[in-house]
Every structure is written in structure tokens, then in C-alpha cells.
């Protein structure tokens, strides 16, 4: 059974910095496509950000210039470094790791909340 396990969320000061981790079970390499997700109050879940086995990389034009998703296979580790956070970033983020598009697993989420 997949896991995935977020952290690095909290409460922050708008423009300071944040760096998600997700904690793969077995090997982070299995997935075609990692990612992270995010969902406010009220709102759909959507992408934040996420990169292929090979590297490849798309963001959401909200982060984009301001976060950074990257991946360690050795650890098993995916990241998102966010910079310059804004309150409209404030939300939960989720992990996806995803096989294909209908065989996909979710981690519990990590909550982030950005005050002005």
C-alpha cells in the first residue's frame, strides 16, 4: 500500500518562504507523475505543481516564478518550495503520486496559512 506523508506546512507572514516535503513508501520512481495540489475553504481542489519521472515540470500560473517542485529518488522525497507567499496561497496541500491518470494515490495534506 502507497503512502504519502506531508509536512513542512504552518502559519506564515505574507513574503516569507515555505518547503513542503512528501514522504514517498517504496520508490518515488515507480510514479510517472508527482505533484502537489492545494484546497481552500469553499474552493476545488487544484494544481500547484508537479513533475514527471523525467524531469519535465508545470505549475500553475498562481505559483509560477514563486515555487519550485523538485524530487529526490534517493530519498524518496518530493518537494515545493514556495517563496514570496501570498494569503490567496493560504489553503491545504496535498501530495499526488500518480501511475496513471486513473490509478493515482493522495497523502492526508498539510495546511498552510499565509496572514497578512
Known amino acids: 500500500q502507497v503512502q504519502l506523508v506531508e509536512s513542512g506546512g504552518g502559519l506564515v507572514q505574507a513574503g516569507e518562504s515555505l518547503r513542503l516535503s512528501c514522504a514517498v513508501s517504496g520508490s518515488i520512481s515507480s510514479f510517472n507523475t508527482v505533484g502537489w495540489y492545494r484546497q481552500a475553504p469553499g474552493k476545488q481542489r487544484e494544481l500547484v505543481a508537479r513533475?514527471?519521472?523525467?524531469?519535465?515540470?508545470n505549475y500553475a500560473d498562481s505559483v509560477k516564478g514563486r515555487s519550485t517542485i523538485s524530487r529526490d529518488n534517493a530519498r524518496n522525497t518530493l518537494y515545493l518550495q514556495m517563496n514570496s507567499l501570498k494569503p490567496e496561497d493560504t489553503a491545504v496541500y496535498y501530495c499526488?503520486?500518480?501511475?496513471?491518470?486513473?490509478?493515482?494515490?493522495w497523502g492526508r495534506g498539510t495546511q498552510v496559512t499565509v496572514f497578512s
Open positions: 513533475i514527471t519521472r523525467g524531469g519535465i515540470t
Open positions: 499526488n503520486a500518480e501511475i496513471t491518470p486513473v490509478n493515482h494515490y
